[in-house]
């Protein structure tokens, strides 16, 4: 299953992003083994660097750093793809400005709602930055089930005990992109988030 022929925009209604920069995962993917989803903000301004991108794509890059941080010795995202780990973002194109509008992030996790459905095992979420919380949030409203990550900076509120769809939710900070790693805290955090899910999955201990 390619995500990619199943995720469609119908009519781009956002206007703080950048049209021609929409992207879905572009990758074969078995639904049934994907067991943590890692979902960042949005698109990369340039096509080269999603994390699915041919090469040495930015995106990929700084998140096998966290993953390596976190003590898992990987080294594509293909590889991650093979322990069970998906990764996407909330909002399926490029910003214009250093956020998202809210509107945006709300109207585009209608995309990510349908792309999160395709995945019926799913144990952790890894929620990395305000977008992404914002966007499961969204989603969460929707169902009727109330926002997923209470509102609050996430240094205070990361560590505790979140559910989205019976799985366990983990607010984190951005990996993706050339802003990774200037926060040695961050950083650490990021990694400690990751290892933590990834032992709730079952994939390491």
Known sequence: MNPNSVIHCP????????????????VEVDP?????????????PNPEDNYDAAGDPLFARTT???????????????ELRSLGVYLTTAVKCAKTAYT???????????????ELDLFPNVRAWL?????????????ARRSGAGRVIPAGSTYKIRGQVF???????????????????????????????????MQVAGIIR
């Open 163 to 197: 559910s989205f769809r019976g799985a366990r939710a983990f607010p984190s900070y951005l990996q993706a992109g050339a802003s990774f790693g200037i926060e040695k805290s961050k950083r650490r955090m990021i990694a400690e988030d990751i290892r933590a899910a």
């Open 127 to 139: 929620l990395m930055g305000d977008a992404a919380i914002r966007a499961v949030n969204s989603i």
């Open 32 to 44: 049934e083994t994907v067991r943590v989803v890692l979902i960042s903000e949005g698109a990369a």
């Open 100 to 114: 998202l509008l809210p509107a945006t992030v709300d109207a585009c996790s209608r995309l990510l709602e349908t």
């Open 64 to 78: 096998l750093l966290a993953f390596q941080d976190a003590g898992l010795a990987v080294s594509s995202a293909a």
């Open 11 to 26: 009519d781009f209604p956002c206007r703080d992003v950048v049209h021609a920069a929409y992207h879905v995962p572009n």
